[in-house]
């Protein structure tokens, strides 16, 4: 493990104990400090692509652009992934959750899922989402996965500017600057 993935797993390290649950600082560079409980952490025990050393994160809204969240790292200051629920990227988007994935996400029933796709920067500094490598998160029992849809049907990337939704063009202001991510 690099020395700077040590220090930062060091100060993840628990704070305190505070209803049987343990209280964690996460040091970010795009919210600074932030003290959460360690139940709040979702697990994606694969990791992302491109990203599959990296296994706890905290999902939390931006607190200036509405329908955008982050996934924030809880062990690398400067990884963040901007999401979307899928239906203000497109309007008909729809995936099937495969038994494998259902398994591993330990999901009794699909319908209590949470989808987002991951938002990237375009060729001309436009935003793009990807279409096909959403993610899926349990929220009862606090983990993650990320799908790769085999279809064709859905892009890699897929502009924000030709989303169907009217409500769009309101997201993209605020987000200049999201770093590509994925």
Known sequence: MPNDARRIDQACAPLGVQGGNQEVNIITTRFGLIQAQES???RIPEGLLGFRSYTQFLHLPDP???GLSWLQS???PDLAFGLV?????VGDYRIEIRPGD???LELA???SALVYVVLN??????LTVNLQGPLVFNPVRRLGRQLVLTSSRYPVRYPLEAAAQPATPTLLPG???LRATA
Do not use: F, I, K, Q
């Not at 920067?121 to 436009?126: D, E, L």
């Open 74 to 76: 809880a062990t690398a």
């Open 64 to 66: 200036v652009v509405s």
């Open 175 to 177: 987000l200049t600057p």
């Open 121 to 126: 920067r375009g060729g001309a500094g436009g």
């Open 40 to 42: 709040e952490l979702y």
């Open 109 to 111: 029933d699909e319908r």
């Open 85 to 89: 629920a899928p239906p203000l990227a």
């Open 102 to 104: 259902r398994a591993a």
